[in-house]
């Protein structure tokens, strides 16, 4: 979830590898029939997504794609990125004020035409 809340494809539903079929479920209930599932991983290193889309088309869902390089390569391509929580700034310490840092701004938010899911 953390990884997720960092960064991810605009429009992707976090489904973690290791939920169970109950949950993933729970997760995907408003994913319209038919519709194509992207699964990506974090980098083209990461195998989690060619697990995680295994089950999900074992489940039912067979409209299930693969993202190879993962978000890191999205990133780098400079696609958009959507936080789902922006992290709050830095206060300024009274007894150290050059500590305070800005807040990171927020990336720019973008709906993709097909779910994706990380």
């Not at 089950?55 to 990133?75: C, D, K, M």
């Not at 009274?94 to 973008?110: G, L, N, R, V």
Request: proline share 12%.
């Amino acid at each position: 979830p953390r990884d997720f809340e960092s960064g991810h494809v605009p429009g992707a539903i976090n489904v973690p590898v290791f939920t169970t079929q109950v949950e993933r479920r729970r997760l995907l209930a408003n994913l319209p029939k038919g519709a194509r599932v992207i699964v990506y991983c974090q980098s083209e290193n990461c195998q989690f997504d060619e697990t995680l889309g295994a089950a999900l088309y074992a489940e039912g869902i067979e409209n299930v794609a693969l993202f190879p390089g993962g978000i890191r390569q999205w990133e780098a391509k400079g696609r958009p990125m959507k936080q789902t929580s922006e992290p709050e700034a830095v206060k300024p310490d009274a007894a150290k004020p050059d500590t305070a840092k800005p807040a990171d701004a927020a990336s720019p938010q973008e709906t993709p035409p097909e779910s994706t899911t990380p």
